[in-house]
């Protein structure tokens, strides 16, 4: 599995084998069966995660129990509930399994300490988090301006491969569509 | 001027008087007058701009001519075409100045050689990186869970003071309701 870390590393920035040994040591792994949480709301976030198998959907429910879906995340993205993951504070998301998973658990404390000592790999995280924004500044663009069908087509355009994986009534809750809006898109 | 890029520099990593300097001379000043673009949807864009002075407005212009606001910037904020200028594509979206403005301007060239020449840049981007990906997250949450209620009240308890500055008929499509509707929640 740890192959997967090193080339989605090395995507950005190349690392020698002493190198990616010593990063790989700060991670821990983590198996999760279907419909298992990795993150749950009200809980401290002590990992960000990186997904070497499986599929994991990031979601907010409010007050009357309506679920938004925030995010989900397939192999080689990251996830986690950034904001309390950074900020240490407690969790507002949920993250659950939709498929059965294996993570790379990594601390905050193991991520600073990994890009004190290694710019490598502070460069790493920097080029991530510039194109982790820039995506949600498309979800962004794409709430406010799309209607349900563009919404859709902008979802299979980008990620062709979830649309396979994701359950329908699932699919629909991130589109912000009932069940038979979608039945009619797809 | 420069005073504020350093203080805003420094409440992330201490940085010397010749270090600063340094960096600072990476940067080029651009002055603008209230209602003159920044960015221009279809242009190239080559700088990211720190905010000394004023305040602007980043919005995308669907086909049917319609405008929804991304994001304001004032002092201490940072603004550009996130898509356009890490990925050397035209922009799609544009950004004007609601008052007159004064920005420093930091091309992607000259980010990326400080952020190499010196870690302690790199990792100040990382940073602001990961508080910029959290705060977009929470504006997904609030088009995606808020009525026009919530968002206004979301706005005003986190930024209180674009209020003042920003015209009502700007912060109403900022919030996607009518002057009308604005009007009854302010």
């Known amino acids: 599995m740890s192959i997967k870390l090193r080339e989605h590393i090395e995507e950005i920035t190349p690392i020698s084998d002493s190198e990616f040994e010593y990063v790989l040591s700060h991670f821990k792994v983590k198996k999760l069966k279907?419909?298992?949480?990795?993150?749950?709301?009200?809980?401290?976030?002590?990992d960000d995660h990186f997904v070497v198998n499986g599929l994991l959907k990031a979601y907010y429910t409010n007050d009357e129990g309506k679920e938004h879906i925030l995010q989900f995340a397939k192999e080689d993205w990251w996830i986690t509930d950034?904001?309390?993951?950074?900020?240490?504070?407690?969790?507002?998301?949920?993250?659950?399994?939709?498929e059965d998973c294996e993570v790379l658990c990594?601390?905050?404390?193991?991520r600073d300490k990994l890009c004190a000592e290694l710019q490598k790999i502070?460069?790493?995280?920097?080029?991530?988090?510039?194109?982790?924004?820039?995506?949600?500044?498309?979800?962004?663009?794409s709430l406010l301006d799309q209607d349900a069908?563009?919404?859709?087509?902008?979802?299979?355009?980008?990620?062709?491969s979830l649309l396979q994986r994701v359950p329908k009534t699932?699919?629909?809750?991130y589109l912000g569509v009932s069940r038979e809006t979608l039945s009619r898109l797809s």
């Open 34 to 46: 279907k419909h298992q949480f990795l993150i749950q709301n009200g809980n401290l976030v002590k």
């Open 106 to 110: 990594l601390s905050l404390h193991n």
């Open 170 to 173: 699932i699919l629909a809750s």
């Open 122 to 141: 502070e460069h790493f995280f920097r080029v991530k988090s510039n194109f982790g924004y820039i995506a949600l500044q498309r979800r962004i663009l």
């Open 149 to 160: 069908k563009g919404r859709y087509e902008e979802l299979v355009s980008l990620y062709p």
């Open 82 to 98: 950034y904001q309390a993951y950074f900020k240490k504070i407690k969790a507002t998301t949920n993250i659950d399994c939709l």
